[in-house]
């Protein structure tokens, strides 16, 4: 099954329009909350390729659905307030998973940080993991649901209450690179 997560408007609307046209069964996750735009109507839709949406050497954040957003302003403050470099990629398709790319960039920066608004057991962080593990063991924080019941509330509060907002990704970076 293809599971896919898109970080805005036009990456769901793509993704809609690729998985009505694949035979086989196709789970896309969205969000229910407005997600500013990261991508464009032009911007191509490759399932089986993440997007290296900034260049990095220090760390990587390997990020999901709408988390892609708080990666992004996480990463533009960590630059510019800790002098720290960190690789953004955006996972749109989970399984299959873009190996190449995120094994290129472990090798690159040799942390990871990967970032869902899921739990991280049985999800992209796992998945990453996994990969990684046998591949090329790298240190790595997973930023997601830690094994807890979803609640109800406004998206930015619960984000900020399972610390998935920028500025614990922050925080995470800075003590991955300590």
């Not at 260049?55 to 960590?78: I, M, N, P």
């Not at 720290?84 to 190996?99: F, M």
């Not at 094994?147 to 984000?159: M, T």
Request: glycine fraction near 6%; aromatic fraction near 6%; charged fraction near 30%.
């Amino acid at each position: 099954m293809v599971v896919i997560s898109p970080c805005d408007y036009w990456q769901a609307r793509k993704a809609v329009e690729w998985a009505a046209k694949h035979k086989g069964p196709v789970y896309i996750r969205l969000a229910r909350e407005d997600i500013p735009k990261i991508t464009t109507e032009d911007t191509p839709f490759d399932f089986e390729s993440a997007q290296k949406l900034i260049e990095g050497t220090d760390v990587t954040l390997v990020a999901t659905g709408a988390l892609v957003f708080e990666a992004l302003v996480a990463a533009k403050e960590l630059k510019s307030k800790h002098k720290i470099s960190a690789e953004v990629i955006n996972v749109h398709t989970i399984k299959p998973l873009d190996s190449k790319t995120i094994i290129e960039s472990a090798k690159k920066t040799k942390k990871i940080i990967t970032i869902e608004d899921h739990q991280v057991a049985g999800g992209l962080g796992s998945a990453v993991c996994e990969l990684l593990s046998d591949k090329l063991p790298t240190k790595i924080i997973m930023i997601g649901v830690q094994d807890k019941f979803g609640e109800s509330g406004k998206y930015a509060e619960l984000k900020d209450k399972y610390g998935l907002s920028a500025h614990h990704i922050v925080d995470k970076v800075i003590k991955i690179i300590k």
